[in-house]
């Protein structure tokens, strides 16, 4: 059974680094963190389109289209049946439909995705499952 | 507001997204953003007071800080803030409806199962003082 005698200095410094680095917040209502993304948990279905400038992040189902100015993030537990427009998309789990990136597009070890896709930047990890055309165009 | 999320998680429609269709699941929301069509969730809702809700709502527990159009149905509780809009009728098992708040439409409160054991009152025997009325 130890002292834990290195805990307390530990402790100080954390303090000492938290209290210098605590920005003012400038505006209380707004969190960075959260905002401009959204977050669809793993058990949440949805059935129709979305829309509009925020990032999501996907880890449940989701049936319609999407469209968006920032980023999707389909995570390893989601599935979408879909076409999706987004500035970069990251696949992770299941993509069914057309997939049109105005940056980037990431199929990771773990995605699939059935259809066609459109990205000026591609990258296709080893493993993942990708049935469909590809067209690079130029930016 | 409480944070017991009941082992699912809580999913967040960040305020320039717009969802137009329908949610359903076993999921605790916040939407910041808007929403068209229907939400039916196993699961605690908030609309913060940025959302704009134009569907109808079934949930366990609701809290309206944004603005609600359409018929909600709040399993345990509903809770209409002072910078609320609520437009539409509203279910709930017990409702909480704060100073400023704007609420239009019609409430109706769903009974609790332990209303039954309330129900037989004590009931005071009137007949010997209508006797001694009926007399006079």
Do not use: C
């Not at chain 1, 189902?61 to 879909?82: F, P, V, Y």
């Amino acid at each position: 059974m130890g002292w834990f005698k290195k805990s307390s200095p530990r402790e100080e410094s954390t303090t000492t680094a938290t209290a210098t680095t605590t920005p003012p917040p400038t505006t209380p209502h707004e969190t960075p963190v959260s905002k401009g993304a959204t977050y669809l948990g793993k058990n949440l279905n949805i059935n129709g389109s979305i829309t509009g400038r925020d990032d999501i992040q996907i880890f449940g189902r989701h049936t319609g289209n999407m469209q968006l100015e920032g980023d999707i993030d389909i995570k390893e537990s989601a599935t979408i049946q879909g076409n999706l427009k987004a500035r970069t998309i990251q696949v992770g789990g299941n993509a069914e439909g057309d997939l049109i990136a105005s940056s980037k597009l990431h199929i990771k070890r773990t995605g699939k995705v059935t259809g066609n896709i459109t990205s000026p930047v591609l990258a296709l990890k080893e493993g993942a499952v990708f049935n469909g055309e590809v067209n690079m165009r130029s930016r | 507001m409480d944070m017991s999320t009941t082992g699912a998680s809580v999913s967040l429609v960040s305020e320039n997204i717009k969802i137009e269709g329908e949610l359903s699941g076993e999921e605790n929301i916040l939407i910041n953003g808007r929403v068209i069509g229907s939400i039916k969730l196993n699961g605690d809702i908030v609309i913060g007071s940025t959302g704009v809700v134009e569907a109808d709502i079934d949930g366990n527990t609701i809290i309206i800080q944004g603005e609600v159009k359409g018929n909600v149905i709040a399993r345990s509780h509903l809770e209409i803030q002072s910078t609320g809009k609520m437009i539409g009728d509203i279910s709930a098992r017990s409702i909480d409806i704060k100073e400023g708040s704007t609420f239009e439409g019609r409430s109706h409160m769903i009974k609790t199962d332990r209303s039954a054991t309330v129900a037989p009152v004590k009931q005071p025997s009137p007949p010997p003082p209508a006797a001694t009325a009926d007399s006079q």
